[in-house]
């Protein structure tokens, strides 16, 4: 193309592809898509100025049969491109970048926009001078040259374009240009600079042997002969294991060289030479009235973009002109909130405005779109003035879409061209690197941003070593290493409160218009899981419609509560899906499949061992994989041993486990965390009832890790922990399961939540179960819903329907032949004539409950209705007979060894005798009640013979009358239970009426 008819390109719009593919327009990097968009542009990159026929892209983009459609995917990735590069075009202006050609595209770059443009000139006139002889300047040419390479061609694009022969073309290119290197620099003799570089091709490509011999050779005339031999020993070792062959004539010529001693050593540079000189004693003078722009890697002097490990070295000393640098990114103007953290954060520079005593490093962690970079920002825009000599930030890329992180060395060599040092004076070795940075820091105030790190191995390198400048690094790992052996300072961010995310919401929509519709904007808040990223994506979109009211956003949240799609804005960077996906990516495959599982726990915390039951695994196997998970903070430990996340993040791990995991596999997955559930629960709720017949249950599903209880205390408060996760269980199952987990985890908790007085949840609850049971056809679980409804009916004076719900559990367990149940059926019906008033029939029914409990030596049975039929008796005011009865229940459950029986019998002989007077008789037996409750931690019933008691002392003791209330009262309002009120108001007519009571701690 004759230089008339070049293109002109806009030199502003600078790439990268020997490494990660990058792109610049000015001084912004840009973000260049989706995996295939990127292949599109490295594909035309890799052969700019040349027309790249279609069918060639389409090779390129799909290894199998490419889709119908896939030219209209290039097609409209070509469309994409062409806005990112050059936003300014319109439907009237031709593209001049990426244009049309010969049945496909090229893009247009000139050499100094491209570092492989700029490679290949280095390289060519470092060809042309080894030819003419001048063999020093051609092995500093391909020195200058190779320095532009920070990885392979396009690191990090799927490997179905990667395995594309052309980038493999390029990558042949650098190899021969280390080998040419190597040549020149041995006929030149001076090699120091080009070992490092050899050094790393040759480990890149263990098996290549002329390059091994180059670093034989490399060594030998470093002075190194030792190593070289030792490392043809290594190359002979591994060619032998791995390829069955010995080493070739090339390789062995270079062993026998050094052996013979014939290799020429290098010519050392006389002393004070700048290729000898010791970076420590580099300047810096730091207050000079230079302003840094913070610019695109390449963007001063040297190569431009792609500047980094093994950058070239001149000839002139390592002094840098006087350069401040201010490379903060804008700070984010409706910043709001985050008080705590930015208190936390002000304490890491020294109140009196002196220097720390040692280096300060703070490492902020928190999951993806919390807000942890525009935190690190806002606290560092406000504290410039701390660090009049500058401020350092570089985005690290830990979690990029494209998922190539940036290396240290590329990092401190952005930093390094930052503080003013040319390209050509950065060492060859990232030792020799961060030597050179940490001089030029000493004793400076420099602020340091590294943000979105991926490990703390990324990190170190890039720590000051001086007290008097700062570290902020922000990263989704929490970095424990940094804090274990740098003294890091974490803070560890989390989502906004609801106040929090109101004010953000009032910065962004006005303080007016979310007022008026407050209910609606805590809505927002909560389906936005109050995740500042999901926020401020909603309230772009409220901007957009300023008379939406928040109502109608609202709502449209809640219909799409399942789906991330709703927050899709066309950007990676703020897309949430995009944006978790960068962490997801990075996982193992064992922590990669148990999150996508994780969506299926309940919301307030799992347990290990639930995760263990869902992933199918052992807990000792468990640990390490969540151990990953939460330093990718994907899932967090709010509580020691209890694990969660947001709903978005839960979102997210429902769509990917739809998306790539089997129904079975899902299907499994679930069973094993209900039968965790359903089973650890009737564990614990057999130990804790022991005078309840324990429901069977069919056998756990394999894998499923089923927790044991040995001790009451331990039981109910796993029980009261875990409540939530019960009941979602009934609620999930019934509605999206089979329906078999729902009834028996329902009737698991039929007492646990009768203690706890929550009637109205207990009949939502077991109506959803009972709809569930009759979906499934399940006969057995019909009737216990029925029976368990029945009976928290009668408890809230429904009566009708709980005899309705009584008489049909009866019949359906009669047919079942069901005897055990047939008859508690029969007691709950008694309970049901006694709170009508009709003792007799009450009588009538404990007499066929007793008769089929000695039917099959049922005692504890016995036991519980000869307790309820002295009860009975002391409605009918037949103190005497009930005394008889609760000393045959107290025998008959003590022989039995059942102590709630026992318990409970202790307390009926406690009113029988205060009814007839007996004052003493009464409390001792109120003090037996007691003391068995209290082994058994049964608060609820704790709380019932207190109140027992209490009615006893109120005529005698009327102060310690009140003392045993006032303990119930406080008992039973930890429990939320009803009857809360109702002794309120007993003391009230004792007139004293405490403040309401909170939780207490029972001595058992």
């Not at 006929?187 to 480990?203: F, K, N, Q």
């Not at 805590?522 to 309230?539: D, N, S």
């Not at 324990?694 to 039981?715: C, H, I, K, M, N």
């Amino acid at each position: 193309m004759s230089p008339e008819n070049q293109p002109t390109v806009d030199l502003a719009l600078r790439f990268s592809v020997l490494g990660p593919l990058r792109a610049w327009r000015h001084a912004t990097e840009l973000s260049l898509g989706p995996p295939k968009q990127r292949s599109l542009l490295a594909l035309l990159l890799v052969q700019a100025d040349r027309p790249v026929p279609l069918h060639r892209i389409v090779d390129a983009l799909w290894d199998e049969e490419p889709p119908e459609h896939a030219v209209n995917v290039v097609h409209r990735h070509v469309g994409s491109l062409r806005r990112l590069l050059e936003p300014e075009l319109t439907r009237r202006t031709g593209a001049r970048v990426l244009v049309r050609a010969a049945g496909g595209y090229r893009l247009n770059t000139e050499d100094e926009a491209l570092d492989l443009l700029r490679f290949r000139r280095l390289r060519d006139a470092a060809q042309a001078a080894s030819a003419a002889g001048r063999l020093a300047e051609a092995a500093g040419l391909h020195v200058r040259a190779l320095s532009l390479w920070l990885g392979r061609t396009a690191e990090g694009l799927p490997r179905t374009a990667y395995s594309h022969a052309v980038f493999a073309g390029v990558d042949a290119e650098y190899l021969h240009a280390v080998r040419d290197a190597a040549d020149a620099a041995l006929a030149a003799g001076d090699t120091s600079r080009v070992l490092p570089l050899v050094r790393r091709a040759a480990e890149s490509e263990p098996l290549n042997e002329c390059l091994q011999a180059r670093l034989v050779l490399v060594l030998a005339a470093e002075g190194l002969a030792a190593q070289a031999l030792d490392h043809y020993q290594v190359v002979r070792s591994r060619l032998t294991s791995e390829l069955g062959v010995d080493p070739g004539s090339e390789l062995r010529e270079a062993q026998i060289r050094v052996l013979r001693g014939t290799v020429v050593p290098t010519r050392r540079p006389p002393f004070g030479d700048p290729r000898t000189a010791d970076t420590s004693g580099a300047t810096f003078p730091g207050t000079g009235t230079g302003t840094g722009t913070g610019a695109s890697p390449g963007a001063g002097a040297g190569e431009g973009p792609g500047a980094g490990p093994g950058t070239s070295r001149g000839t002139g000393p390592v002094t840098t002109p006087g350069v401040r640098p201010a490379q903060l990114p804008a700070d984010l103007h409706a910043f709001t909130g985050r008080r705590a953290e930015l208190d936390w954060m002000r304490d890491l520079l020294p109140a009196d405005g002196g220097t720390p005593a040692a280096v300060v490093i703070s490492a902020i962690g928190g999951a993806p779109g919390v807000g942890k970079t525009t935190l690190a920002l806002h606290w560092a825009h406000r504290n410039t003035r701390h660090f009049p000599d500058g401020q350092l930030y570089v985005n690290l890329r830990g979690y990029d879409p494209a998922g190539v992180a940036l290396t240290p060395s590329a990092a401190i060599c952005y930093f390094l061209e930052a503080l003013g040092v040319p390209a050509e004076d950065i060492p060859p070795s990232l030792d020799g690197q961060a030597a050179l940075y940490r001089s030029l820091l000493a004793g400076r105030r420099v602020l340091v941003v590294l943000d979105n790190a991926r490990s703390a191995e990324q990190v170190r390198p890039l720590l000051p070593g001086t007290p008097t400048c700062v570290t902020v690094i922000t990263s989704r790992e929490q970095l424990h290493g940094l804090v274990a052996a740098n003294g890091a300072r974490s803070l560890r961010l989390g989502i906004l409160t609801v106040t929090e995310s109101i004010e953000f919401m009032s910065k962004r929509l006005g303080a007016e218009r979310v007022a008026a519709d407050r209910q609606a904007a805590i809505g927002i808040a909560e389906q936005c899981g109050r995740l500042p990223l999901a926020l401020a994506i909603v309230c772009a979109r409220a901007e957009g419609h300023p008379s939406a009211p928040l109502a109608d956003i609202a709502a449209e949240l809640a219909e799409s509560r399942d789906d991330l799609g709703v927050f899709a804005v066309g950007d990676p960077a703020t897309d949430p899906r995009s944006v978790f996906s960068w962490s997801y990516r990075t996982l193992t495959p064992e922590a990669a499949r148990l999150f996508r599982l994780l969506w299926m726990c309940p919301p307030h915390g799992v347990s290990v061992q639930a995760v263990a039951s869902l992933a199918g695994l052992t807990t000792a196997r468990t640990r390490p994989v969540l151990s990953e998970l939460t330093r990718a903070s994907l899932w967090t430990e709010p509580a020691p041993g209890l694990y969660g996340s947001h709903e978005l993040l839960r979102t997210f791990s429902q769509e990917l486990s739809l998306a790539e995991d089997p129904t079975e596999a899902r299907e499994d997955a679930r069973r094993r965390l209900f039968d965790h559930y359903l089973h650890s629960a009737r564990g614990a709720a057999t130990l804790l009832y022991t005078h309840r017949e324990p429901l069977p249950l069919p056998e756990a599903a394999p894998g499923t890790q089923v927790l044991s209880f040995t001790d009451t205390d331990r039981a109910a408060t796993w029980l009261e922990r875990e409540m939530p996760a019960l009941e979602a269980v009934i609620t999930r199952d019934s509605g999206h399961g089979t329906g078999a987990h729902a009834w028996r985890m329902a009737a698991t908790l039929e007492l646990v939540l009768d203690r706890r007085g929550r009637r109205e949840e207990q009949i939502e609850l077991h109506t959803t179960a009972l709809a569930g049971a009759q979906r499934l056809g399940e006969t057995l679980g019909e009737a216990h819903m029925h029976r368990v409804l029945g009976f928290a009916h009668v408890r809230t004076n429904d009566h009708a329907r709980g005899a309705a719900h009584l008489e049909r559990a009866l019949e359906l367990f009669t047919d079942l032949g069901d005897v055990p149940f047939t008859a508690l059926t029969h007691r709950y019906l008694a309970f049901l004539a006694n709170v009508r008033q009709d003792h007799r029939e009450a009588l009538a029914q404990y007499k066929i409950a007793c008769a089929l409990y000695t039917r099959t030596r049922a005692y504890v049975g016995i036991a519980s209705v000869t307790n309820e039929v002295a009860w009975t008796r002391l409605l009918l005011h037949e103190y005497e007979e009930a005394l008889g009865d609760c000393r045959r229940a107290v025998r008959i459950a003590n022989r039995s060894g059942n102590r709630n029986i026992e318990a409970a019998a202790w307390d009926t002989m406690g009113v029988a005798h205060h009814r007839l007077g007996q004052h003493d008789e009464a409390l001792e037996a109120f003090d037996h009640a007691l003391t068995h409750y209290r082994a058994l931690n049964d608060a609820s019933l704790i709380a019932d013979t207190l109140v027992h008691r209490g009615e006893a002392l109120a005529v005698t003791s009327p102060q310690e009358a009140r003392r045993s209330w006032n303990e119930a009262l406080a008992i039973l309002d930890a429990l939320g239970h009803t009857e809360a009120d109702r002794l309120r108001e007993l003391l009230k007519e004792h007139d004293e009426v405490p403040a309401r009571s909170g939780p207490v701690t029972i001595n058992i």
